[in-house]
């Protein structure tokens, strides 16, 4: 079985039969299986805005990839040209605009936008043409699907592979990617696991000035090490976090899906996970501050919580209790930010978010927010024990884990992003930095 499988495999499915636990199965289907939601659908809403490119500047960057991982590795650079429309980088080193039709059904793209790897231990350079923004450099063992469909514009849309969604035609296939925006001039780029743990992918990027900056990113052999830590971790707690982790249909360890990517799919999982922490918090915070570091000229803010919601001195609105999938996305209930939100608000939401997530809240010293480093994080429960292991396994601890990892106490620093002018090269490692 051992042989047959893989030793991933006959990790998980190991401790499958052990445990009696219950990771999602990936079952591959067709067009009709594809769900699109914001995080799978490129279109013509942009962000090119804050992006002047300019053309006569916008230089061509090489980026090279190293494969640590296995045979048979393609890649696939989805973003939006200067223009803001969607395109892929084709085979022939030109962007490819695809072509919906006026049907409202996704389209399979099958021009050439697949880009071999070398074999395991070569570097493949691929270089990136021009500006390219909201963009995406996928890995896969194996070939993805790309979809494209008419958004609101009538602008051909890509859609891409999901990992919330099970039966994603592309679900059966190990993938992952880097994020970056290039305006021709400036890159920035990030490792992100704020939805899901693909691939252990790292980053060094290199300026025309000789600076060079890395992210190591996972470590080699994370994928499954991850999904057996949270099918560990339902045997420690009861709770569903075996469902995070995603295998094939022969028990291969594919990706680990964070709490909130879980949840935007199955909106009862987790459901008053947090319940009661939320409200311990509440009554601490009753008769004594909570102070959040503003880490901004605002400074310090002093909060207490009155009628059942939390107010803070000069911040516009006040906080009600957040529900556990608050708190995984720390972008709705209390977390939501509006256009009229003044500097304070937007200072306190991604701290208090982090400071949920984390569960320093009712830690000694927790009063003050942001202020406890990094060992404090995660040591209590209810926590994110997503965030948790994924952390274990990134080298320095740097990659979001949540969308607001980069709140620390000054000093500290848990982003993986690599930015700077006039790059040079980036370069980009498969299976494990070398
Ligand atoms: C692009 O996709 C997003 C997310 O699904 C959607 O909210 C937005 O309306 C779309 N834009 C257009 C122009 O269709
Ligand atoms: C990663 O970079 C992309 C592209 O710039 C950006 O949209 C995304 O918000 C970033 N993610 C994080 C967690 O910073």
Avoid at 90 to 107: E, H
């Amino acid at each position: 079985m051992r042989g047959f499988f893989g030793l991933a495999a006959a990790v998980v499915a190991g401790l499958l039969a052990q445990s009696g636990a219950d990771p999602t199965v990936a079952r591959p289907g067709g067009i009709d299986d594809i769900i699109i939601t914001e995080d799978n659908i490129l279109n013509s809403t942009t962000t090119v805005k804050e992006f002047k490119v300019n053309a006569a500047q916008a230089g061509a960057l090489p980026i090279s990839v190293v494969n640590n991982f296995d045979g048979g590795m393609y890649m696939y650079i989805t973003g939006q040209d200067s223009s803001g429309v969607p395109c892929l980088l084709g085979a022939n080193g030109q962007f490819v605009y695809p072509q919906a039709d006026n049907t409202g059904v996704p389209i399979e793209i099958v021009a050439n936008v697949a880009l071999p790897l070398n074999g395991v231990g070569q570097t493949t350079v691929v270089t990136l043409p021009q500006a390219l923004i909201s963009a995406r450099i996928w890995f896969a063992r194996g070939q993805l699907k790309f979809y494209t469909v008419k958004d609101g514009n009538g602008v051909s849309a890509i859609v891409e592979p999901s990992a919330a969604n099970p039966a994603d035609p592309s679900a059966g296939v190990q993938w992952g990617f880097i994020e970056f925006n290039y305006d021709g001039t400036t890159i920035y780029a990030n490792i992100s696991f704020v939805d899901f743990v693909g691939l252990p992918l790292g980053m060094g990027l290199t300026l025309s000035t000789g600076q060079q900056q890395i992210v190591q990113g996972l470590q080699a052999g994370s994928v499954s090490n991850i999904c057996n830590n949270v099918i560990q971790e339902r045997s420690a707690d009861g709770q569903i976090w075996d469902q995070l982790c995603v295998v094939s249909s022969s028990g291969q360890a594919l990706r680990i899906l964070s709490p909130n990517l879980y949840v935007s799919a199955n909106p009862t999982g987790f459901s008053g996970y947090y319940d009661n922490y939320v409200n311990q918090v509440w009554s601490q915070y009753t008769n004594q501050d909570l102070t959040i570091n503003t880490q901004t000229g605002y400074g310090n803010v002093a909060c207490r919580v009155a009628n059942n919601q939390l107010t803070c001195a000069g911040d516009n609105r006040a906080y009600p209790k957040p529900t556990t999938a608050d708190i995984w996305g720390c972008n709705s209930g209390p977390f939501a930010i509006i256009a009229s939100d003044n500097d304070i608000h937007r200072a306190v939401v991604p701290r208090l978010c982090a400071a949920f997530t984390r569960s320093t809240l009712l830690l000694a010293g927790g009063n003050l927010q942001p202020s406890l480093g990094q060992t404090s994080y995660y040591t209590v429960s209810p926590t994110s024990h997503y965030s948790r292991i994924v952390h274990n396994y990134e080298t320095n601890g740097l990659g979001y884990a949540f969308s607001y990892d980069d709140v620390n106490p000054d000093g500290q620093n848990a982003a993986g992003v690599v930015s700077g002018s006039n790059p040079t090269s980036l370069k980009i490692t498969v299976g494990g930095w070398s």
